[in-house]
């Protein structure tokens, strides 16, 4: 689910937040999957940074 959204995203990828909204999820759900997938080399940081919800600026995940 997580990677096929993040996949489905394109270049323009998603934040946590974003991920979290798009899954109808908590973003605290969200965060070990994103870690997970990066770990597996399924997303990578985008280098792009996007204010989150709490208007920190929060890594764009895309896939590979």
């Excluded at 979290?20 to 999957?33: E, G, K, T």
Aim: charged share 30%; glycine share 10%; proline share 5%.
């Amino acid at each position: 689910m997580a990677e096929g959204a993040i996949r489905d995203a394109g270049e323009h990828g998603l934040t946590a937040d974003e991920l979290a909204a798009r899954l109808n999820m908590d973003r605290w759900s969200i965060q070990p999957r994103t870690s997970e997938l990066k770990r597996k080399g399924l997303i990578r940081d985008s280098g792009q940074r996007r204010p989150n919800s709490t208007g920190k600026l929060a890594i764009v995940w895309v896939a590979p």
